[in-house]
């Protein structure tokens, strides 16, 4: 698993883009996009008096196959889910678990104090906890 802060924000995935510009270089007929992940684990968001908690299911996977960036408006969590393959001669009959490469984006409305941010990984769950910062008065 690797952390990362950044000291900006999140703009997260743009589809359909259509400059006046490349319009009308390209003409009406081709518009432009960006490729999107190909799923998205289900998680959980909830709020203890002290921090904020986003728990991942993300089950089948070792710390090393997914990254946690930090955002000044996001927590954005990505990775990779291998196929496996049958053993010897085997062969499936229905696929319904996810595989491929997936992203999680989880806004943020709340200051969080970046240097006390924690992760682990337990059972199949990523646990990604966002201590709330201090307010001033």
């Given at each position: 698993?690797?952390?990362?802060?950044?000291?900006?924000?999140?703009?997260?995935?743009?589809?359909?883009?259509?400059?006046?510009?490349?319009?009308?270089?390209?003409?009406?007929?081709?518009?432009?996009?960006?490729?999107?992940?190909?799923?998205?684990?289900?998680?959980?968001l909830y709020e203890?008096?002290?921090?904020?908690?986003?728990?991942?299911?993300?089950?089948?996977?070792?710390?090393?196959?997914?990254?946690?960036?930090?955002?000044?408006?996001?927590?954005?969590?990505?990775?990779?889910?291998?196929?496996?393959?049958?053993?010897?001669?085997?062969?499936?009959?229905?696929?319904?678990?996810?595989?491929?490469?997936?992203c999680l984006q989880?806004?943020?409305?709340?200051?969080?104090?970046?240097?006390?941010?924690?992760?682990?990984?337990?059972?199949?769950?990523?646990?990604?906890?966002?201590?709330?910062?201090?307010?001033?008065?």
């Amino acid at each position: 698993m690797r952390y990362r802060r950044f000291g900006y924000r999140y703009t997260g995935i743009v589809s359909g883009i259509a400059s006046p510009s490349h319009a009308d270089f390209w003409g009406s007929r081709i518009q432009a996009s960006f490729a999107h992940h190909q799923w998205q684990p289900p998680a959980d968001l909830y709020e203890t008096p002290a921090a904020l908690i986003v728990k991942a299911e993300i089950a089948g996977m070792a710390e090393e196959d997914f990254d946690i960036s930090l955002y000044e408006n996001a927590v954005v969590i990505e990775g990779v889910r291998s196929w496996e393959m049958p053993e010897g001669d085997g062969q499936y009959h229905a696929v319904n678990i996810l595989y491929g490469s997936f992203c999680l984006q989880v806004p943020l409305r709340q200051t969080i104090d970046r240097d006390r941010v924690q992760a682990r990984y337990d059972r199949g769950f990523l646990y990604v906890m966002l201590p709330k910062a201090e307010v001033k008065p």
